[in-house]
């Protein structure tokens, strides 16, 4: 018999929603599909047994309204995202709908209603499998969704202005998602951590100072072809090796300032897959850099950019450098943080504060409103985007009673009690 309050309740909706997948024998479920109606009509009944209103937006969102004290009172908004990367884990994003859900339910079940209205958000889209563009949902609401990505084509072709209608969406009415920013009050996410910090350190949750921002980059080494047998060492212009020294330098740079940046070569090709008797001529690779300061992070780009071309200088190769994607982070409000610190240290938790290397919902929100985070440890090493992905039916009692507590103490004026 568990003592538990909302643990084992909130685990067993995360078993009954990884049962809609469109794949046998694993969990997808992306964007507009039939498997994310069927689960967000199994969501928006558990939102009306709640005590919401509940419905899809324009753009396939699924949003669950608790009313507050008085009709015009502001609105606390929550959520995360229904949909999933191929051969998911059952937490990411699902954890973010069923914790606040189980919230409500615990007000409505005792009569409570707050000085705040909440809406627990479903968004549609923020892994961006289906359609390439990440983040489409929270996008929308932020006021910041760009209608160009109403052409991108899912593999089979099929436009998302096409997908959004067959929803019985309307792909026109999606600028009208966008929130009053003086309705909204704030904007507030409870997700697994996707990493091994609070795991490293025994803690069931932490707050998430900010989102951080990320720098890409395509890079190519181009070198000089040869046969692995006849060309002395000396006279080699061998890019594999090259970029296997960039490749390190990237980690060295990062290693140095491991507390506050995170560098990554996720993909290395050689050309044509490369052959075991050529020295390659050509190598393609990706470096990725994240940090919650966007300033550091630029630095980091541009001395990892500096140390690449010292090594293509002194190995007599060429490098191309094309750093093709930005995305600013998005700081945490610090009141918030305050007050998501004072529930945990209530919860008897030590309050850990930490960046989120992941983007998420709260990272568009935060462009609109102020936006907190709360993150909820993961187990297997803390690996995520995983069928591995486990979370402790203890943890998600006390992220789900962290939660609670937040929502009722919160102060739409910006007092604290
Ligand atoms: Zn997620």
């Known amino acids: 018999m568990s003592a538990l309050r909302f643990g084992p309740g909130i685990l067993a909706r995360h078993e009954a929603l990884a049962r ?41 969102n699924l ?13 606390l908004m929550t959520g995360s995202h229904m949909d999933t ?11 973010g709908i069923l914790s606040p859900i189980a919230c409500v339910a615990d007000l409505h079940a005792r009569g409570k209603r707050l000085p705040h209205a909440i809406e627990v958000v ?11 563009a990440t983040l489409l949902g929270s996008r929308a609401m932020a006021g910041r969704f760009d209608p160009k990505a109403l052409e991108a084509k899912d593999k089979d072709g099929i436009t998302l202005r096409e997908a959004i209608r067959d929803f019985g969406g ?65 006279l080699r212009q061998d890019a594999l090796a090259a970029a296997a020294e960039m490749t390190l330098a990237v980690e060295t740079y990062c290693c140095a300032r491991a507390d506050r940046i995170v560098g990554t070569v996720g993909k290395l090709a050689v050309d044509g897959e490369g052959a075991i008797n050529v020295i390659p001529g050509g190598v393609n690779f990706t470096v990725d850099v994240r940090s919650p300061d966007d300033a550091e992070r630029r630095a980091a780009a541009e001395a990892i950019r500096a140390d690449c071309e010292d090594i293509a200088e002194s190995r007599g190769v060429a490098l191309a450098w094309d750093a093709f994607f930005e995305l600013q982070s998005a700081p945490c409000d610090p009141r918030l943080m305050t007050l998501m610190g004072e529930c945990i240290a209530r919860a008897g938790v030590k309050v850990r504060t930490l960046p ?15 936006a907190a985070m709360l993150f909820v440890r993961c187990g297997a090493g803390g690996v995520s985007h995983n069928p ?24 739409p004026s910006g007092a604290r009690r």
């Open 388 to 411: 591995a992905e486990t979370l402790d039916e203890r943890d998600a009692d006390i992220a789900t009673a962290v939660l609670l507590d937040f929502l009722e103490r919160f102060q």
């Open 20 to 60: 809609f997948t469109q794949d046998e024998g694993r969990l997808t479920r992306t964007y507009l599909t039939a498997k994310h109606r069927e689960a967000g009509e199994t969501v928006m009944a558990w939102m009306r047994e709640a005590g919401m209103e509940a419905g899809f937006d324009a753009m396939g």
């Open 63 to 75: 949003v669950g309204r608790y009313a507050g004290a008085t009709a015009d009172a502001p609105v």
């Open 122 to 132: 479903a968004f549609g889209d923020e892994e961006g499998v289906r359609f390439g």
């Open 170 to 234: 309307d792909p026109d009415a999606i600028p009208t998602l966008k929130r009053d920013p003086a309705k909204v009050a704030a904007f507030v996410e409870t997700h697994i951590e996707q990493g091994p910090v609070l795991l490293d350190e025994g803690l069931a949750v932490g707050v998430v100072t900010a989102i951080s921002g990320c720098t890409r980059v395509r890079a190519r080494v181009t070198g000089v072809a040869g046969h692995a047998g006849t060309v002395p060492m000396p």
């Open 85 to 95: 990367v191929v051969d998911a884990g059952k937490y990411d994003g699902s954890f």
């Open 356 to 370: 989120s290397g992941a983007g998420h919902d709260a990272m568009e929100m935060a462009r609109l409103v102020p």
